[in-house]
């Protein structure tokens, strides 16, 4: 860890980075924020870790959680919502044995995500799964689209 963070650090410093670029950069190294990071980095520029973890938790696109191999996202937004964009949610979960309140199955394979809009209204439900928009989505469809990722493991 500590030679990615010195990796970070050296970056922050040569491009007069700020603390969002410091999150950033440990997300992209290990796909999530972990709190040993954020303490070290905080000792190491003397920033409390509160202000990484007040800018962690206020933006969407960081995570304090380790996530999944396959990354599924779900439109909730009122046409997919319309459409059933619910019912698949709750399939998926279930069928990946996601517990309530969590978001990535135990053995890291799966994150199941909900957002607000994908912009792709025009073909609800939307669901995209590894940066791949897939629209028109069924019950049916999202679980051979899970079989699939399954046989790629």
Do not use: W
């Not at 909900?114 to 025009?122: H, I, K, L, P, S």
């Not at 439900?125 to 028109?136: A, E, K, L, T, Y």
């Not at 049916?140 to 689209?145: D, P």
């Amino acid at each position: 860890m500590d030679e990615v963070l010195d990796k970070i650090l050296e970056n922050y410093f040569e491009n007069d980075g700020n603390s969002l670029t410091i999150l950033q950069d440990i997300e992209k190294s290990y796909g999530y924020i972990p709190e040993d990071a954020v303490c070290r980095i905080s000792r190491k520029l003397d920033i409390p870790p509160s202000r990484f973890f007040g800018i962690a938790t206020f933006y969407s696109q960081f995570h304090l959680k380790p996530r999944g191999k396959h990354i599924i996202t779900v439109c909730r937004g009122t046409p997919c919502h319309v459409k059933g964009s619910e019912k698949i949610l709750n399939r998926l979960q279930m069928e990946l044995d996601i517990p309530r309140g969590e978001d990535t199955s135990e053995d890291l394979h799966f994150s199941v995500e909900e957002v607000n809009c994908v912009g792709a209204c025009g073909l609800s439900p939307v669901v995209v799964i590894n940066s791949q928009v897939q629209g028109q989505m069924s019950i049916n469809r999202m679980i051979e689209e899970i079989n699939k990722l399954r046989a790629l493991d």
